[in-house]
């Protein structure tokens, strides 16, 4: 059993090195509204990592399409075959999600004009996202332990520290960290085994939030996802 468990450790770790280092070829094309300057921009190829998020990629965007671009300040947006892409879902997540037949690269749309907030929420860029992602991670962490009172009261040169391993896809340095809020395997104190878990086993009871069943790090990040999804 404990080979067992060690093997699956290694497996979980190997699994989420896999997706942190993964990343899915853009190809971005400037908005016709938006074109300013004959002839039109060419499309800017970007590699968009999946756990990173579309808002982080604007300054590099926006760059490549300045000289064309109308005069003014909006709020930057993207879409896929004419639908407007929630900005605080994992690139990666929505990339699986909308493509049944992935395309290589994948043909987004930039506007910086007509932000459509009928249908989606305010992004003040960067801030924007770094505030839903801390969200999600406190409720993530109630789904796996039954509180957040771990992030909660997570110092705030760890959270600096988190969100930038998430900016740069850091897996160590995110390890660093999240191995402190005791949500994963990766301590041996995030699981305490009572003699009624041992009673749970093999049955098919639901286990309620904060159960001793241990979480893998892709369980972890599986909730933080699923948790976005349903914002």
Not at 30 to 38: C, E, S, Y
Not at 47 to 55: A, E, F, K, S
Request: proline fraction near 9%; aromatic fraction near 10%; charge should be negative.
């Amino acid at each position: 059993m404990a080979a067992r468990d060690e093997e699956a450790e290694a497996w979980s770790e190997e699994a989420a090195r896999w997706l942190w280092e993964g990343a899915v070829p853009l190809q971005v094309h400037l908005h016709d509204a938006d074109v300013t300057a004959l002839p039109p921009p060419p499309p800017l190829l970007i590699l968009g990592p999946r756990l990173g998020y579309l808002p982080l990629l604007v300054s590099r965007i926006r760059a490549h399409f300045s000289s064309t671009l109308p005069p003014g300040i909006d709020t930057v947006w993207f879409e896929y075959k004419g639908l407007p892409l929630k900005w605080y879902i994992p690139i990666g997540v929505l990339f699986d999600l909308l493509c049944a037949d992935p395309e290589r690269p994948w043909n987004l749309t930039v506007h910086f004009r007509g932000y459509p907030g009928e249908v989606l929420s305010p992004c003040e860029g960067e801030d924007s996202v770094k505030w839903s992602y801390n969200n999600s991670l406190k409720e993530a962490a109630f789904i796996i332990t039954g509180n957040s009172k771990n992030v909660m009261n997570m110092s705030q040169a760890d959270q600096v520290a988190m969100w930038e391993s998430v900016m740069k896809g850091d897996l160590d340095g995110y390890m660093n960290v999240s191995t402190r809020l005791k949500l994963g395997p990766f301590e041996e104190d995030c699981v305490v085994r009572t003699s009624s878990a041992e009673r749970q086993q093999g049955s098919d009871e639901p286990e309620s939030p904060g159960s001793s069943k241990p979480w893998s790090l892709f369980d972890y990040m599986s909730a933080v996802f699923k948790k976005t999804l349903s914002i």
